[in-house]
C-alpha cells in the first residue's frame, strides 16, 4: 500500500477549494493502530481551518488535510500497540489528536489511547457522528459547567452536532433544556428530548430568563448569554467569533478570571475514557447520534458548503467506503 486518496487544498479559501487527490499512506509506527476510515463527520474547526481563518496554528505549508474524527476498522496495530487489547478487524472510533487534520481519507495511523471500540448497535457511519460532539458535550456539561439535576440548560444551536448531543446528554443529566435552533428545527430539538424549543428568529436573548448553565455552539455574543446567568449560574462557549477572533477570545479570557459568571473554553483532545463514557451514554439510550446528510468523499466541498449555510440536523457525514 503506497498511496491513498484523501481531502485536499492547495490554498486557503471556500469550499471549492476542496478536491481529492493521493497522498502516502501512513506506516503504523510500533506504538499506533492503522485504521481503515469508512466515514467521517464534517466540524466547525475545519472550515475555519480550510478558509485560513486560523492560519496562524495552521500555518501555510501545502496541500493541507481535513477531516478530526472518524469511524473505521483496524487493519494493522503495531508490536507495542497490541498491548492496548485492540485487534485487527475491531471497529474504531475516535478524533486525531489536538492541532492535527486528515481524517477525510482512506488510512489514518492513530495511538491506541485516541480510539476506541464502537458501541454496539451503530453503523460506522452513525458512529462517525459522535467522537468530536459526544466528548466535546460530556467535557463541557459535566465536567466543566458541573450540570446537575433540576438546573436550567440552554443550548444555543441546538440543532446542530454538538448542541444536538447537548440537548441530549442535559436531559440524562437532569437539567430541564431549553433549546434554542433556528424555526424549522424546532420540531427536531424537541424529539431529542428538550422541554422547551425556542427559534432564534422570534425570540429574543431578554425573553430567555435565567440560566443555571449555557452551552454556546454559535460563538457570537457571549456578552449577552453570559448576561442570562442566573447567581452561581456557568457558561461554556465552544466556539469563537470568527469574524472577531481577536476580541471574541479576549472576552472568554478575561472572564474566566474575573466575576461572578465565568464562562469556561476548552480544546477537545479526548482520550480512552472519555470515549467509554460517551459508550455508555450511547448504548443505554441516553445519547443517539443524528445523521442530517451522507456524501461521497467526492463531495466533500457540497458537505462544508451545507454546514456553513446552517440549518443542518446534527451532522454531515463523509462516507469513505
Known amino acids: 500500500m503506497n498511496d491513498m486518496r484523501a ?9 471549492e477549494v476542496l478536491y481529492v487527490g493521493k497522498v502516502p499512506a501512513p506506516a503504523p509506527e510500533q506504538g499506533e493502530a492503522l485504521v481503515r476510515v469508512h466515514a467521517v463527520s464534517v466540524n466547525g474547526g475545519e472550515l475555519h481551518g480550510r478558509a485560513g481563518r486560523v492560519r496562524l496554528v495552521t500555518g501555510r505549508r501545502f496541500p493541507q488535510r481535513t477531516g478530526l ?3 473505521g476498522e483496524i487493519t494493522a496495530v503495531g508490536a507495542s500497540a497490541a498491548e492496548s487489547g485492540l485487534r485487527e478487524g475491531d471497529r474504531v ?3 486525531l ?4 487534520f486528515g481524517s477525510a481519507a482512506e488510512y489514518v495511523a492513530v495511538h491506541p489511547r485516541q480510539i476506541s471500540p464502537v458501541p454496539t448497535g451503530l453503523t460506522l457511519v452513525e458512529a462517525a457522528t459522535l467522537p468530536v460532539t459526544g466528548t466535546t458535550a460530556i467535557t463541557a456539561l459535566r465536567d466543566k459547567a458541573r450540570l446537575k439535576p433540576g438546573e436550567r440548560l440552554l443550548v444555543r444551536g441546538a440543532s446542530g452536532g454538538a448542541g444536538s448531543v447537548a440537548v441530549q446528554l442535559g436531559k440524562a443529566l437532569g437539567a430541564h433544556v431549553t433549546a434554542l435552533a433556528g424555526p424549522r428545527n424546532l420540531g427536531f430539538v424537541r424529539d431529542l428530548g428538550a422541554d422547551e424549543a425556542l427559534s432564534y428568529a422570534t425570540v ?3 425573553d430567555l430568563g435565567a440560566f443555571d448553565v449555557v452551552l454556546d455552539t454559535v460563538g457570537t455574543g457571549h456578552a449577552t448569554y453570559r448576561g442570562l446567568l442566573a447567581p452561581g449560574g456557568r457558561m461554556v462557549a465552544i466556539a469563537f467569533d470568527t469574524e472577531r477572533i481577536l476580541p471574541s477570545v479576549s472576552y472568554i479570557l478575561a472572564s474566566a478570571l474575573y466575576g461572578p459568571r465565568r464562562v469556561r473554553f476548552f480544546s477537545g483532545n479526548p482520550r480512552h475514557e472519555l470515549y467509554a463514557e460517551l459508550t455508555r451514554y450511547v448504548e443505554t439510550g441516553a445519547v443517539r447520534p443524528t445523521v442530517d446528510t451522507v456524501h461521497p468523499l467526492a463531495d466533500i466541498a457540497t458537505a462544508h458548503r451545507a454546514l456553513e449555510a ?4 446534527g451532522k454531515h457525514v463523509i462516507q469513505i467506503v
Open 93 to 95: 472510533w475516535g478524533v
Open 97 to 100: 489528536p489536538r492541532g492535527r
Open 7 to 15: 481531502a485536499l487544498y492547495d490554498n486557503y479559501g471556500p469550499p
Open 204 to 206: 429574543s436573548p431578554s
Open 69 to 71: 474524527d472518524f469511524a
Open 310 to 313: 446552517g440549518g443542518v440536523r
